[in-house]
């Protein structure tokens, strides 16, 4: 991918550490938001790890002060894809509905909104800093959490929790989300990559096979899909082309943009 006459660079960076691979998302300039070449660099990581034995467990974190902030606005705007060009199944990042075989863990370093969040709740296990928040604010922009979010933080949290968080789009600090069993554990800031990659050794001294084969059925993965989610994904984008249609969803981000509350018309 070229800007001109510079090569941009990839959208994610991998780093092997024995029989783990760590990806990082690798726009720290745009808080890593995601886009086309996040997509591209992530789901192309998880290809080879799903298809590399040596490949035990796969650890996902951020780049500089922010785990993801979300979608690519700016992207959005200029109306770029924000997918995998070959590979659009595997949906947001590359990830959200890319199932591997492999246990995955979220370092979750700083901010995880929106679909920051979303990339936790599709990992296996969560480990994330103290100063990291978590939260859904998409309803604050006209809009919902469509990269399974909406389903999926029914799924991790109590049922009145998770709407409560869904409904009005505040955030979670990461010892709520500790609390409440949304994560696996919280480490002080700058160490969670080392208490990742130390969480993710601790399940590759076991056997392999046992493992992945554990995560499929714990998991419900007939064919690399998750069967339990299917009619989730499929109210979601039902739900999300409405969404779109409306004028609400055009008054959220302008109005974000403008730096003024919102004018709901629920039209």
């Known amino acids: 991918m070229t800007a001109g006459t510079e090569t941009a660079a990839p959208g994610a960076l991998t780093e092997r550490r024995g029989n783990v691979l760590l990806i990082t998302l690798n726009r720290p300039e745009a808080r890593n938001a995601v886009n086309a070449s996040v997509s591209i660099a992530v789901g192309d990581a998880l290809h080879k790890a799903q298809h590399d034995p040596d490949v035990r467990a796969v650890v996902i974190t951020g780049a500089g002060q922010t785990f993801c902030a979300g979608a690519d606005l700016k992207a959005i705007s200029r109306r770029e894809n924000l997918y995998h060009p070959e590979h659009g199944e595997w ?70 929790v998770a709407m409560e968080l869904m409904f009005t789009g505040e955030p979670m600090s990461s010892a709520d989300a500790l609390r409440w069993g949304l994560i696996n554990q919280v480490v002080p800031d700058g160490t969670v990559v080392d208490a990742a990659l130390a969480l993710a050794e601790r399940i590759t001294v076991n056997a392999p096979l046992a493992v992945w084969a554990s995560k499929r059925v714990a998991r419900g993965v007939d064919d690399g899909v998750i069967t339990g989610e299917l009619d989730g994904w499929n109210r979601t984008m039902r739900e999300m082309g409405g969404v779109l249609r409306s004028d609400d969803a055009k008054e959220g981000p302008r109005a974000f943009a403008e730096k003024r509350a919102p004018v709901w018309k629920a039209t």
């Open 91 to 160: 949906g947001f990042a590359g990830y959200v509905q890319h199932v591997i075989d492999k246990p995955t863990i979220a370092a979750v370093n700083g901010t995880a909104l929106g679909g920051g969040t979303e990339l936790a709740l599709a990992s296996d296990l969560v480990v994330a800093e103290e100063r990291t928040t978590f939260g859904l604010p998409e309803v604050k922009r006209g809009l919902i959490a469509a990269a399974g979010g909406v389903f999926r933080i029914v799924d991790q949290l109590p049922r009145k």
